[in-house]
């Protein structure tokens, strides 16, 4: 199984954000990151995606068929939740969209709670949506794109309103997700770093067009970072993984 994207085109006002862009296929149990600097479009694409499963189902496949929304889960940019209710009353609620029975299976909760354990906030779960902080949100918006298992895992800048043990644990189970379940994850990260630790391939976006691709250890390096951000940095092999050090 394997998530194709081909040849996304978006203009706003005259200004081309992508240009024809096409991504290589993401296979079942990788995680693939978009980065680039700010305007490079990768928001957009995230955004198109669930455009185009309406309007241009061919564009966006999945194991060659047209990609549909019930395989999606997708974590929007600083979620926040409008809902007065508890964060396991909003995730039963998040499980019976769209069906048609006034009753809730009788197993919701459990499920419920045992996801919130399997991402690590199980101490959220009676806690009322609207009190939760911006990081609370995020964390909680993951259980809601994840409760029906989607193949296809959307995260717009997913760790942006995370402190860093909440990074690691959304990224931890984002990568344990999409390894039991052989779903395909894509997703905007701004820190390098936390891309090349958690990412399968990497996708450079630049003006609009793929950039480079391919392992992050293999293609994030001074040059690369040069070209998208013009800014000097320094690679540093730490254990098993290289770290960026930007430099003034």
């Not at 039963?92 to 690590?120: C, P, Q, R, Y």
């Not at 990081?135 to 995370?162: R, Y």
């Amino acid at each position: 199984m394997a998530l194709k994207i081909s040849n996304l085109s978006v203009s706003f006002g005259g200004n081309r954000v992508l240009n024809d862009l096409t991504i290589p296929e993401i296979h079942a149990g990788e995680m693939v990151s978009l980065i680039g600097k700010n305007g490079a479009g990768k928001s957009t694409v995230l955004k198109q995606m669930t455009k185009l499963i309406r309007f241009n189902p061919h564009l966006i496949t999945l194991a060659g068929k047209p990609l549909v929304l019930d395989e999606i889960g997708y974590l929007p940019q600083d979620h926040r939740i409008t809902a007065s209710i508890s964060v396991v009353e909003l995730l039963i609620t998040t499980m019976h969209v769209g069906s048609n029975s006034l009753f809730t299976k009788a197993d919701s909760a459990e499920k419920a709670l045992a996801l919130l354990h399997s991402i690590g906030i199980i101490h959220l779960a009676n806690k009322i949506c609207t009190e939760l902080s911006g990081g609370e949100s995020q964390m909680v918006g993951l259980a809601q794109a994840v409760i029906n298992k989607p193949k296809v895992l959307i995260l717009d800048e997913p760790t942006s309103a995370l402190d860093m043990s909440n990074q690691l644990k959304l990224l931890e189970y984002v990568k344990l997700y999409t390894r039991q379940y052989s779903a395909c994850a894509l997703m905007v990260v701004h820190d390098l770093n936390l891309a090349i630790q958690y990412s399968d391939k990497v996708a450079a976006l630049h003006d609009g067009l793929l950039f480079a691709y391919g392992e992050p250890t293999h293609i994030i390096d001074e040059q690369l970072i040069k070209d998208l951000f013009n800014v000097k940095s320094q690679i540093i092999q730490l254990d098993d993984y290289p770290v960026v050090v930007v430099r003034s």
